[in-house]
């Protein structure tokens, strides 16, 4: 019934395993910012999030495990998305053009279509994305291509991660040297994190263009 929320934050601290459902807040039409926080729970997100008309900040994080729906690509005010390491996204996650910030999605996608569309989110300035140990459906290589030409496209990035998905399994390095034929560079990046799976075999001429980079890894 707080109709005029803007700002919600909860934090489902209890470890008792209950599911927690939200959907109550796809009437919440007013809010901006939504965070969720609930270790150890499974967390049901609303099906019909496209109530939230005006939210800018999404960010699911703080839980283990969470399916994003398809009706996320009709939000078009949304900002920063940041899901589960691991979870995977909607192939029509490229309509979001107001992204800026998107954290914790897992690659392969579904398609190497949906892989290619992330390179039209050109307002992103925060990327951040995680491999699984294996693949399947898609070989490595070509998502690795795709994942280049969509890189390409987003030439307003000030930062890109790589993380791991798996932390406790055996790491598997992954060859990226589809990586080494971007350009142009990313003339405003700042941060750059390949340390998990990424390997080249030399390194990459893009690098020395990389005139912003202030962390390296």
């Known amino acids: 019934k707080f109709m005029f929320v803007r700002v919600l934050y909860l934090d489902f601290f209890c470890w008792a395993r209950m599911a927690v459902d939200l959907t ?8 901006r910012y939504l965070k969720v926080l609930g270790i150890g729970k499974s967390i049901i997100i609303p099906c019909q999030i496209r109530g939230l008309r005006l939210l800018e900040t999404l960010d699911l994080s703080g839980i283990f495990f969470c399916s994003i729906s398809l009706e996320i690509v009709d939000m078009p005010r949304l900002s920063h998305l940041t899901v589960p390491h691991g979870t995977r996204l ?21 398609s190497l279509e949906g892989i290619i569309g992330l390179g039209e989110l050109t307002a992103l ?6 491999f699984p140990s294996g693949c399947t459906g898609l070989s490595k290589a070509a998502w690795m291509t795709a994942l280049s030409t969509c890189l390409d496209k987003l030439g307003n990035l000030k930062q890109l991660r790589v993380s791991p998905f798996d932390v406790f399994k055996q790491v598997v390095a992954l060859r990226a040297d589809a990586l080494s034929s971007l350009s142009p560079p990313f003339r405003n990046l700042e941060l750059l994190d390949l340390n998990y799976r990424c390997t080249f075999s030399q390194v990459p001429r893009w690098i020395g263009h990389l005139h912003s980079l202030r962390e390296l890894y």
């Open 24 to 31: 109550i807040i796809n009437q919440l039409s007013q809010l």
């Open 90 to 110: 909607p192939d029509r996650i490229g309509k979001v053009k107001s992204l800026r910030t998107l954290h914790g999605f897992m690659l392969p996608m579904d």
């Open 125 to 130: 300035s925060d990327l951040e994305f995680c």
